[in-house]
């Protein structure tokens, strides 16, 4: 099995980090090609990927074609794909944002090929994913199963209707980010108190790992876990109150409210 990767920025970089960690196949059955040569050509000297020189060639080779490039250049490169699209019928998957299934479906002009839209977090670089999937109609169920497979050696999947993929890009597919932002403030306000940066963002990284082991593995939700943190008196629901004084809950959903709203907007 070959997969190529058409855009190899970060998102294809994490996925083919992740592929190999986990072993999946072999570098070399991994092509590649960008745009850009320095994104592809150093990428895959310094991995034992195989660099291919078109996307075109992408296609030709590959089974699976991921397309990782920019979500508003997305249906003009399956456009311009069609005649290889058609001739060889590989499984083709798309990460971007806010792309549907009819538009890519449409600018392959194939009512028959294997779609499949994804949307997964940089987190499949270290194998701690998640990546939520939808497949056209079109799609055979071993093609599908495929995809999964390989994502699901990433971290987690989920399959979910193309309606719920905006929700899932911010919650998930943003989200990384937000979960830096939270990191970073927990670490600034150790500094703050005298912590050095290096030890306050493991410390910071070290606790919010745990309590997310924590969450996924406790039958409790999370204001049950909150709750055993909170000793009566103590210094937690202190901070908890404080927190939430400042608007913390208001303030994340704002956040996914205003990544929901630009992947609307396009
Ligand atoms: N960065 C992330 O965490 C996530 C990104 N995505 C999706 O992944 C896609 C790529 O995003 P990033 O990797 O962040 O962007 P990026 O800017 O890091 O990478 C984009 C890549 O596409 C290439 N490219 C641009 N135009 C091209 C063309 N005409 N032909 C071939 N290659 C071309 C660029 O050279 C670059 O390698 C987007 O659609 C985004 O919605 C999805 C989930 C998470
Ligand atoms: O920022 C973006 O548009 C992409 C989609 C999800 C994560 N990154």
Redesign the pocket.
């Known amino acids: 099995m070959k997969i190529g990767f058409?855009?190899?920025?970060?998102?294809?970089q994490?996925i083919i980090l992740g592929l190999q960690r986990q072993n999946y196949l072999p570098a070399a059955n991994i092509l590649v090609?960008?745009?850009?040569p320095a994104?592809?050509q150093q990428f895959a000297a310094a991995n034992g990927l195989t660099p291919v020189a078109s996307?075109a060639a992408v296609v030709d080779q590959a089974d699976i074609v991921i397309l990782?490039?920019?979500?508003t250049?997305?249906l003009e490169?399956v456009a311009q794909l069609q005649t290889e699209l058609t001739a060889k019928q590989p499984i083709l998957v798309s990460?971007?944002?806010g792309i549907s299934l009819a538009q890519l479906q449409e600018n392959s002009d194939s009512t028959n090929l294997s779609i499949l839209r994804t949307?997964?977090?940089?987190n499949v670089a270290i194998a701690q994913g998640m990546t939520a999937l939808v497949a056209a109609p079109t799609t055979p169920e071993k093609d599908f199963a495929q995809v999964k497979q390989l994502f699901q050696a990433l971290g987690q999947t989920i399959q979910l209707a193309e309606k719920d993929f905006p929700a899932f890009?911010a919650v998930s597919?943003s989200a990384?980010a937000f979960a830096y932002l939270f990191i970073d403030a927990l670490s600034r306000a150790g500094v703050k108190y005298g912590l050095d940066k290096a030890a306050a963002t493991r410390i910071a990284a070290q606790t919010v790992k745990g309590s997310a082991a924590n969450v996924l593995q406790s039958q409790e939700n999370p204001w049950g876990l909150i709750d055993q943190v909170s000793s009566p008196g103590g210094t937690t629901v202190a901070g908890v109150l404080a927190l939430e004084e400042a608007g913390l809950m208001s303030a994340v959903v704002k956040g996914i409210d205003a990544t929901i709203a630009k992947e609307k907007q396009g």
Do not use: E, L
């Open positions: 058409i855009g190899v920025g970060h998102m294809a994490a090609h960008s745009v850009h994104h592809y996307n990782a490039v920019p979500a250049q997305t490169i990460v971007a944002g949307m997964p977090n940089v890009s597919g990384p």
